[in-house]
């Protein structure tokens, strides 16, 4: 995202689920770009001075009372908290964690006139990552017209969110954006994390070999923040690129037989498609794979990284 296209008006952001892997990214590129930043997670905070001018605050924000005393006199909220997959905790505690926090943040945000919602949701909302059955995805590359599927505790907690989101535009007239991101990588977890694809050139992905960087998704939530649209839209984010540089029409006739594939804007295209949040909001992702790994998976040097 180019300089000239950013509104560069300083905002006070609130960044839920600061401390994730998502939150942590995102707070160090509001705090980069200028913003005044409240953090809030979880976990305690550090009262330690550590040069930072990001403020923290302790909060859970499925209890209303946390949800109201920290979803205030902001421009804008970024809500990435939440269970973040399903796989560690019981189903029930997934939908009602997830659910329980962003209707508290939303009716808080209602609440106290909080103009602009920027909600992590997620790929899950079209059913295909977690789950229950044997599903793929009916047509590649998957765009914001692919049906809403989601069947498991955790894609249903996320299109309930953006409901909710919905409903927030509905009620205050205000904006909000739900992204939906495919599977999120950390430089430090690319290699265990994609290996697999390497080693077995016959390895299926519910979403068609597609992720995104962490710091790439990031720049989208920032962008969210900075060139607010109106009402509420839904983006899918995922890396230019799939995971190993495949000829993904080649790769999706051979393993996922019977998926339509529409035309391609390059070789290894990623099977989710992100025009849409690039047209709304100027950003495109910057990084690959190749930015951390060799052509057969085997990570870089640091120096080739750096």
Not at 117 to 122: I, K, P, R, Y
Request: with cysteine; charged share 20%; aromatic share 6%.
């Amino acid at each position: 995202m180019s300089t000239r296209d950013r509104n560069s008006t300083p905002q006070r952001v609130l960044v839920t689920g600061a401390r994730g892997k998502v939150g942590a990214a995102t707070v160090a590129a509001l705090a980069g770009a200028g913003h005044e930043v409240i953090a809030t997670d979880l976990g305690r905070p550090k009262y330690d001075a550590d040069g930072s001018n990001v403020r923290y605050v302790q909060a859970d924000l499925a209890q209303p009372g946390d949800a109201f005393a920290i979803v205030r006199d902001v421009d804008a909220v970024v809500h990435a908290a939440g269970i973040p997959e399903p796989t560690r905790n019981v189903a029930h505690t997934v939908f009602l964690t997830n659910v329980a926090a962003t209707f508290a943040v939303l009716e808080a945000a209602t609440a106290n006139r909080v103009p602009r919602v920027v909600n992590l949701s997620s790929d899950s909302v079209t059913g295909m990552t977690w789950a229950h059955a044997p599903f793929e995805g009916l047509r590649c590359p998957i765009d914001e017209t692919h049906p809403e599927l989601a069947h498991d505790a955790y894609g249903l907690s996320k299109r309930v969110g953006e409901m909710l989101c919905e409903a927030f535009v509905t009620r205050t007239g205000g904006s909000a954006v739900s992204v939906r991101p495919t599977w999120v990588l950390t430089a430090d977890t690319y290699a265990s994390n994609l290996r697999p694809f390497f080693d077995d050139p016959d390895l299926t992905s519910a979403v068609f070999w597609s992720y995104i960087d962490v710091d790439d998704l990031a720049d989208l939530l920032l962008a969210c923040v900075e060139r607010p649209n109106g009402g509420h839209e839904t983006v899918f984010a995922a890396a230019a690129d799939n995971i190993g540089g495949r000829d993904l029409a080649k790769e999706i006739t051979r393993l996922h037989p019977g998926v339509p594939v529409a035309p391609l804007s390059r070789t290894d295209d990623s099977g989710i498609d992100s025009g849409k949040a690039e047209a709304l909001f100027g950003w495109s992702p910057r990084r690959s794979w190749r930015n951390y790994l060799d052509d057969k998976g085997n990570p870089l040097a640091a120096e080739a990284t750096s």
